[in-house]
């Protein structure tokens, strides 16, 4: 079975600085990861998606992830926080099945970006 | 293009009623998955549906079932709604017929705000 642990569930940065929102994930195959991003009463939006052709993804909004397998990490980063930026941020972890996929969804990370 | 649609966006009912959530998958789309989440939490996955047929499902009692009509479009139904069923019911569509990686890539809608009192 699949499983994502998010270490962090606040993180807070000032305006400008880095962000690093960690994922540690199980899984007992070559998984498929996701980060998702949910504003204040919104739905989820797609931030990048890793399938085994890089391991490194860049996403919208300037995110990006690195896969690594020897760490069973999917850490988000982004050189420089923006206000719109505050958000909760789900990792996800996806396992195909001859019926279907189904996600797996870490407990969340709230991000708080301070001007 | 348009993308997932949920309606409707807000709901208020009573213990041991029904109710019935409404999602249109992504144009293209031919699978529809269904989360709850309830305030402070993860998503957790209810079940999917493809081809009208319930596919996969989570640790959810059978009060909660669903349908996927012929143009792909899904409805949710929870019965003897309790208070702990108040939470965001998101849907979310994908395309398992799609020749890509991208067959495991879930679009989610803006969700339904379900409170039970």
């Known amino acids: 079975a699949q499983s994502v642990t998010q270490l962090d569930s606040h993180v807070s940065v000032s305006e400008g600085t880095p962000v690093l929102l960690r994922c540690n994930y199980s899984s007992s195959y070559s998984p498929s990861l996701f980060w998702y991003v949910q504003h204040p009463n919104k739905g989820l939006q797609l931030l990048l998606k890793?399938?085994?052709?890089?391991?490194l993804v860049k996403g919208i909004n300037g995110f990006e992830a690195e896969f690594k397998k020897s760490e069973t990490s999917f850490h988000l980063t982004k050189p420089s926080a923006h206000m719109s930026d505050a958000a909760e941020y789900f990792c996800v972890v996806s396992e195909s099945t001859d019926t279907g996929n189904q996600f797996y969804f870490g407990t969340g990370t709230s991000l708080t970006v301070i001007p | 293009d348009a993308g997932v649609t949920q309606s409707p966006t807000h709901l208020i009912k009573t213990r041991g009623q029904q109710v019935t959530l409404r999602c249109s998958p992504k144009s293209g789309h031919d699978t529809v998955s269904w989360y709850q989440q309830a305030l402070g939490q993860g998503p957790q996955f209810i079940f999917q549906?493809?081809?009208?047929?319930?596919?996969q499902r989570g640790n959810f009692p059978d009060r909660f079932s669903g349908h996927q009509f012929p143009n792909y479009s899904s409805e949710l139904n929870v019965n003897a709604l309790l208070l702990g069923d108040s939470a965001l019911y998101l849907c979310?569509?994908?395309?398992?017929?799609?020749?890509?990686?991208?067959?495991?890539?879930?679009?989610f809608g803006p969700g339904t705000r379900l409170t039970v009192l």
């Open positions: 549906y493809y081809e009208e047929e319930e596919r």
């Open positions: 979310a569509s994908s395309s398992l017929r799609a020749s890509d990686s991208s067959t495991d890539t879930q679009y």
């Open positions: 890793y399938t085994s052709a890089a391991t």
